[in-house]
């Protein structure tokens, strides 16, 4: 890292080079402000990313600024916390309230993986250790501030955030920072125009910025129209007497899925069969939807507020919703032919594992992938062609059908990501792209410079820039 002086500096620690572990630090003189903090995801050797020592002493920063819910951006906060991170955490109504369900489950998880490995003796640690535990998360939780959408809002010395509306999940925003009197842009995750309940993405405002941090998740690429779709699969499935498993983010691709199939439903188009939500996350994350929807929040689309008030466009007439873990074993390989909807969305945990494992060795079965599977992934694997997938220290055979399915990507594409980049009405200082896997980041970052002719530039992992 270069000396960090009086001059404003942005820090990219974490999502350089990689999609996971967010975290942009902004520096000037004493004070740090950082954008996002979140977990490294997927293959080892970026877990292990999340036990290196952070390059600034946590106990040094002034605030956290959020821009969503999602792990790989709130991930590492009570780790931040643990090692004496003691100031606000800024974030929008519904960030903070998926945040606090997200770092419940992830330190669940920290815990459960420690005790495994203890047990099974692999660990680096002796005895293993969580990452953080339940108390650091609830520490962590205590810590939040609501923020509300569209105003500026004062965070730290000379610091100004204001959270616009990004259309990714519920509570995502696009975060305009002011920082010692540079102007900046973070994307966060951008969404997509269309999302079935969530407004579009926000234009930039008018000015000029000093630099844009924009994602570059499908940097490379333009949403295609999949060679199956979502109603066919589901439709060949059930006339064949199978069940169809969805692994799917707890988070918004449950609430977009369930949507789809009600539509669909209440059209005819795919037949009604019993749609089981099993994941106790979602089900959480599904009440925060329904509450935003009740509430009039303004990141709602009008239509949805106008038509959905007091009533619940997420069941088809047959929706079960699994809480218990007996309740989830009631549908572990189906005979009659229903929809199963569980997490994780890239099969790496949750009680979609027993799902994968029941159902996958069964050719009558049907797997739609509906997200982004990150390399060194179950769904990653499956979506390659893999025969077999290891599980619970067994390999199961692959039989079932194993579908990916576009239409639900909640990222915006390499066009969608150059449009929302044009709305500026002048050209800023400098572009960061960021949060693309290896090569994505830079090949997004050329594009830029082609068609818009901007400044633009991929930061490598730890590396520090003027602002
Ligand atoms: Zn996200």
Redesign the pocket.
């Known amino acids: 890292m270069t000396t960090i002086g009086e001059h404003p500096t942005i820090t990219f620690l974490g999502a350089a080079g990689t999609v996971t572990g967010s975290r942009f630090l902004l520096s000037s003189g004493e004070t740090h402000v950082m954008v996002d903090c979140g977990l490294f995801q997927g293959l080892k050797e970026l877990r292990l990313k999340n036990w290196e020592p952070l390059a600034i002493d946590a106990s040094t920063i002034s605030a956290v600024v959020l821009?969503?819910?999602?792990l790989?951006?709130c991930g590492y906060i009570p780790k931040l916390v643990q090692q004496g991170f003691k100031s606000k955490i800024h974030a929008t109504e519904f960030t903070s309230k998926l945040a606090a369900v997200i770092l419940r489950d992830s330190a669940r998880i920290q815990t459960e993986d420690a005790k495994w490995a203890a047990k099974k003796g692999f660990s680096k640690h002796n005895p293993p250790k969580p990452l953080y535990n339940e108390a650091d998360a609830e520490k962590a939780i205590q810590q939040f501030q609501d923020e509300p959408f569209n105003q500026r809002v004062e965070v730290a010395k000379e610091t100004f955030v204001t959270f616009h509306p990004s259309g990714?999940?519920l509570g995502?925003a696009i975060v305009e920072v002011e920082f010692f009197g540079k102007r900046l842009m973070f994307s966060?995750?951008l969404g997509r125009d269309h999302h079935p309940l969530l407004v579009n993405p926000s234009a930039i405002l008018p000015g000029h910025f000093d630099a844009l941090i924009t994602?570059s998740t499908y940097g490379d690429r333009e949403h295609v129209a999949s060679t199956t779709d979502f109603q066919t699969a589901i439709n060949e499935t059930i006339d064949g007497g199978g069940s169809v498993l969805i692994p799917a983010f707890a988070v918004d691709r449950t609430e977009v899925i369930l949507v789809r199939l009600r539509e669909l439903m209440e059209a005819g188009t795919i037949r009604r069969v019993p749609v089981y939500a099993d994941s106790p996350m979602a089900l959480k994350a599904l009440d925060y939807y329904r509450e935003a929807i009740n509430n009039g929040s303004p990141e709602i689309r009008e239509d949805v507020r106008a038509d959905w008030v007091g009533r619940d466009p997420f069941d088809p007439g047959t929706l079960v919703e699994l809480n218990t873990v007996d309740e989830s074993k009631t549908v572990n390989d189906p005979s009659q032919p229903c929809i199963i909807i569980s997490a994780s969305g890239m099969g790496t945990g949750g009680r979609v594992v027993h799902h994968l494992r029941q159902m996958l060795p069964n050719p009558k079965h049907t797997v739609l992938l509906v997200g982004y599977q990150a390399v060194g992934t179950r769904g990653r694997a499956l979506v390659d062609g893999a025969e077999q997938v290891k599980m619970h220290g067994e390999l199961v055979p692959v039989n079932a059908r194993v579908e990916q399915i576009e239409e639900f990507s909640?990222?915006a594409d390499a066009n969608e990501l150059i449009a929302w980049l044009g709305t500026c009405s002048e050209k800023p200082g400098q572009v960061f792209v960021v949060h693309g896997e290896s090569g994505v980041a830079e090949s997004f970052s050329d594009l830029v410079v082609k068609k818009l002719g901007w400044r633009s530039h991929a930061p490598k992992d730890g590396e520090t820039a003027e602002l």
């Not at 821009?67 to 999602?70: K, L, P």
């Open positions: 821009t969503h819910a999602h790989d951006h990714h999940i995502a966060g995750d994602e909640v990222h």
